[in-house]
């Protein structure tokens, strides 16, 4: 990601000069070290199992997608989690639904993730966990 710094740089100004032109608000992206620490700070205000699983799950894609050198890609990621720590800052988080267009956006290997996640809040919220 460090090599690619620039290139998320140009592709902010980019985007906000299509954004001005569109007249659309578009929030800039956070580097990804910033967004990382804003997000695991927000998790302090969740309760504790939510927590527990929000950390492991971000510090785990994080690491998955540290050595990314596709810019998309990278823009994607940086894009999708700065709008979780927008959703969870303001509290949005319990109401929050994936979409059925952001399901078929998705590939096999995420709707397998996606659904894992979900057994594992279910179990956890239950007071039992999946992975004993």
Do not use: C
């Amino acid at each position: 990601m460090r090599a690619t710094t620039r290139l998320l740089i140009s592709n902010n100004a980019i985007l906000l000069q299509a954004a001005r032109k569109a007249k659309t608000a578009v929030q800039p992206l956070l580097p990804p070290l910033q967004l990382y620490r804003r997000i695991l700070r927000e998790h302090r205000h969740l309760p504790p199992l939510q927590r527990e699983l929000g950390d492991q799950y971000v510090k785990n894609e994080f690491k998955l997608h540290k050595n990314t050198d596709n810019p998309l890609h990278i823009v994607g990621f940086l894009t999708s989690w700065q709008d979780y720590l927008h959703t969870i800052t303001k509290g949005e988080w319990e109401e929050e639904r994936v979409s059925a267009q952001v399901l078929e956006k998705l590939s096999s290997d995420q709707v397998v993730q996606l659904y894992e996640l979900m057994k594992e809040a279910d179990a956890l919220s239950k007071g039992t966990s999946t992975t004993e």
